[in-house]
C-alpha cells in the first residue's frame, strides 16, 4: 500500500515539474505577441495597399489573396515569377522596416533579468509566427496561379528568406536587451566589447557618405527626375512612381556606396563605376535618374572621400581605446572584416534579376574586399599615427617648475635679516624675544646702574642689548668726564 502511495506520490511530483516548465499565461500572451504581431501588422499592411491599388485602377478584386501572398514575399526578398518574369529586385526600404519592429518587439519581451530558457523561447517565437505566415501564403500563392500569373516560389527560398530576415532582427534585439547578461557577464574579451562603438560609428559614416552621393547625383539630375515622374500620367501613376522610388532608395544607396569604393554597381546592361560607364535601357523609374547620362567624369574620384573618411574616423577610435600600437591595428582589422562582410550581404540582397532589364547587382566579392581594403588601410595608417602622437614626451619646462619655489623661500628668508641690519626698532623686537626666553637667566647689575635705568626713559632693554665692550667704553667715558 505504502509503494502505491509513494508511487503516486512520485507521479504528481512529476506531472507538477512538466506543468512547472512551460511558460505563465502572461508568458504566453507575451510569446503569441512576438510571434503574430509584426507579422500581422505586414499582412494588414499588405492588404490595405493592394486594395487600395485594385480600386485605383477600376479593377476587380480577382487575385487579392494572391497579391497579399505575394506582398508578404517581396517584404522578405524572396524571388517571384510573375506573368513567366522573374523578380528578384526587392524594395529593402520595408524589409528594414520589418526589422526594426521585430527588434523592437523582441527587446520589450525579455530585459537582463529574463531567465535564459524564456530568451530561447522568444527567439523560438520571433520565427514561430512569420514561418506560419509563410506557410499559409505559399499555399495561397499556389491556389491563386491558376487566376493570375503569380507563381508559387520555392518553398525552401521562401523560408530561407523569412527565417533569415526575422533570425537578423531578432537577434540583434535579444543582444541589445541582454547585453550585460549575455556578453558582460560571460567574460567577453575587453577589445571585443570595445570594437562595437568603431564599428557602429564607421557603418554610419559610409551610410551617410552614400546618402549624400545619392542627394547630389539626383540634385544634378532633377530635370530628368521630374520628367519620369510624369510618365506616371494621371496622379495615382505619379504616385505609384514616387512610392517605388522611396521603397527602392536603400538600394540606390547601396549601389551608390559601391561605386564609391572603387566597386562596379550594373543594371542590366548598363554599368557605372568610378572610371567608366556603359549605358542601357532602364525602367522608367524616377530614382534612377541618378544614373549618369554621359561618361565617366574626373570629379567622380572625389567620392573616395567616403570610405577614406571612414577609415580615418575608425582608426582615431580604435586607438583612442588603446595605446598599444599592434593592438589598435588589430582592433581596425577586425571592424573593416566585420563591415566588409556585412557590405557584401548588403550587396547580395540588393541586387537580383530584373526581367527584361537583366540582372541588377554590384560585384559583390568586389564589394566587400574593397570595404575591408580601405577600411583596414587608412584605418592602420590613422591608428599608427595616434598612437604615435600620444607617445610623444611632455614638454621638460614642466620639470623646472618646483625648482622656482625653494629659490622664492630663499629670497623671502633673506630679505627680514637685510633688513634687520638697517632697521632699529626691528633689533629691538627681535632682542626683546631673546630676554623674554625662559633659559635666559638674569643679570646681576650694580645698584648704581638702577638706580640711573629706573631714572632713564629709554627702555630697559637698551642697557642689556648692549655687548659687554660697549658698555666698558662707555663706563670709562663716564669716569673720564669728569676728571676732564
Known sequence: MSDLLNRDTRRAAARTARVGTGPSPDQSRMLAAVAFKTSGLVV??????????????????????????????????????????????????????????????????????????????????????????????????????????????????????????????????????????????????????????????????????????????????????????????????????????????????????????????????????????????????????VLPEGPAQTIWVVMLVVPIGAGLLLGRDCAIRSADIQVAVSSVWVVAAATGVLAALFGYAAGGNLGTFGTVEVTVWSFGLLTFAWLAVVGSVSAAIVVWRRAEPEPEHDEHAPAVVPAADVAIEATPAAESTDDPDVEDVVEAEVVDEPTAEPVEKPAAETAVDADSDEPLDAEIVAPPGEQDEASSSAEDGPAR
Do not use: Q
Open 44 to 289: 494588414v499592411i499588405a492588404t490595405t495597399v493592394v486594395l487600395l491599388t485594385l480600386v485605383s485602377v477600376n479593377s476587380d478584386l480577382t487575385g487579392t489573396l494572391g497579391a497579399i501572398a505575394g506582398s508578404w514575399f517581396a517584404v522578405h526578398l524572396v524571388p517571384l515569377s510573375i506573368g513567366g518574369t522573374t523578380l528578384g529586385v526587392a524594395p529593402l526600404l520595408p524589409t528594414v522596416i520589418i526589422g526594426w519592429a521585430v527588434a523592437r518587439t523582441v527587446h520589450r519581451a525579455v530585459d537582463a533579468d529574463t531567465e535564459l530558457k524564456m530568451v530561447r523561447w522568444v527567439f523560438v517565437a520571433s520565427l514561430a509566427g512569420p514561418l506560419a505566415v509563410t506557410a499559409i501564403a505559399l499555399a495561397v500563392a499556389k491556389d491563386a496561379s491558376s487566376v493570375i500569373g503569380l507563381s508559387s516560389p520555392n518553398a525552401l527560398v521562401a523560408f530561407s528568406w523569412v527565417a533569415g530576415v526575422h533570425a537578423a532582427a531578432s537577434g540583434t534585439g535579444l543582444i541589445l536587451a541582454r547585453w550585460d547578461s549575455l556578453v558582460l557577464h560571460r567574460n567577453l574579451p575587453e577589445w571585443v566589447r570595445a570594437l562595437v562603438a568603431p564599428f557602429v560609428r564607421a557603418l554610419s559614416v559610409l551610410v551617410a557618405g552614400g546618402a549624400a552621393v545619392v542627394l547630389l547625383a539626383l540634385l544634378a539630375s532633377w530635370a530628368t527626375a521630374g520628367s519620369l515622374v510624369e510618365s506616371g500620367r494621371d496622379v495615382v501613376g505619379m504616385l505609384g512612381l514616387t512610392a517605388l522610388s522611396v521603397l527602392y532608395l536603400p538600394n540606390v544607396l547601396i549601389g551608390a556606396l559601391a561605386v564609391a569604393t572603387g566597386c562596379t554597381a550594373g543594371f542590366g546592361d548598363a554599368s557605372v563605376s568610378l572610371f567608366s560607364t556603359t549605358g542601357g535601357p532602364l525602367p522608367p523609374l524616377p530614382i534612377l535618374a
